[in-house]
């Protein structure tokens, strides 16, 4: 066991997360990681309506015992309007849910809300200014988004340990570094930053339990940290994912865009055949890489190998604790 913030405030027995990832963040690996010790997420845009989302909770209560969170996106591409969203809130109070984590926009409407639903706040944060503002409106801790981090990250280019110890040290709610962590060696520097605990998304696809094709898995295990591209980093939603045929195309429709003097929302809607989420769950199930957009961070470069859940984080606390033991040494 190790004990942080972050494991006290959610009385888990690791800090490692399970990030909300699209269409994989379900129940199957999100109970798996509970059960092994760390925190798993669900992600709300998995099920078109609030019924099977239910459903969804009902499933997660039945295969764990364990906290958990639910990832609900603001983005304006994703998110649901604010009735929706005030009922699913009210919904995951009532199905005992532990914890929100929201991110993209401002979560300030919504704060009151999960307050008094009885559930924990976290806010997935892309630079310092972010953070800070979080802790100051009340939430219960901040998960920050580095350069390195597959979906979303940065977009002032700044990276995991830099953003992380800054707010680490500013801060007095948990902080979750998340971008470029694998391992344990990865878990062991963001303690060492004063981080509370890690977030993983890339590591957790080459996992047992991930719901993906042994395709999109073998693609992680063969490529490296210099495998990833930026796509849509004009048009205000900046991702890091696979440099595969569907990226390529996607930055090549926005360059050409940019030339030609379109605008953001008219190159958005040129790329969305391409980048549209939909197409992005078809290619999970069918295996083709290569057709949709595939969120990966540079961490992929550290991943070797397809374990069980419980497996990856049991060795991942190893690690870090044997990390730790040889820094000890190195100093005596």
Not at 269 to 283: A, F, H, L, N, Y
Request: hydrophobic share 40%; with cysteine; charged share 25%.
């Amino acid at each position: 066991m190790i004990k942080t913030k972050l494991t006290e405030l959610l009385g888990i027995e690791y800090p490692i997360v399970q990030s909300g990832m699209q269409w994989l963040a379900v129940p199957q690996l999100a109970a798996a990681v509970c059960n092994a010790g760390g925190i798993g997420t669900i992600n709300v845009t998995c099920w078109p309506t609030l019924d099977e989302f239910a459903d969804a909770l009902d499933e997660m209560n039945s295969l764990t015992s364990k906290p958990y969170i639910v990832n609900i996106s603001l983005a304006p591409t994703q998110r649901l309007d604010n009735e929706e969203i005030r009922k699913t809130i009210k919904l995951c109070g009532e199905k005992h849910v532990a914890a929100i984590e929201t991110s993209a926009e401002d979560p300030r409407e919504f704060i009151a809300d999960i307050k008094s639903a009885g559930m924990r706040h976290f806010h997935k944060c892309p630079n310092y200014k972010v953070s800070m503002s979080m802790e100051r409106k009340g939430l219960d801790g901040v998960i920050i988004a580095g350069y390195e981090v597959g979906g979303h990250p940065s977009a002032d280019g700044v990276g995991t340990f830099v953003i992380a110890r800054r707010c680490a040290a500013d801060m007095k709610i948990p902080v979750i570094a998340a971008g470029g962590i694998t391992d344990g060696h990865g878990l062991a520097a963001a303690l060492a930053l004063g981080a509370s605990g890690v977030a993983m998304g890339t590591r957790f696809v080459c996992t047992d339990e991930c719901p993906i094709s042994d395709n999109h898995r073998q693609w992680v295990i063969d490529h490296t940290e210099k495998d990833t591209v930026l796509c849509q980093k004009t048009i205000g939603s900046m991702m890091r994912v696979t440099k595969n045929n569907a990226s390529l195309l996607a930055n090549e429709i926005e360059e050409r865009g940019i030339l030609t003097g379109k605008g953001a929302m008219d190159i958005l809607k040129e790329q969305m055949p391409v980048i549209t989420g939909q197409k992005t769950r078809k290619s999970f199930i069918d295996g083709n890489v290569d057709s949709a957009i595939f969120c990966t961070g540079m961490g992929m470069g550290l991943i070797h190998d397809v374990v069980p859940v419980k497996t990856l984080l049991d060795r991942m606390v190893k690690e870090a604790e044997e990390t730790i033991d040889g820094m000890k040494a190195a100093f005596n």
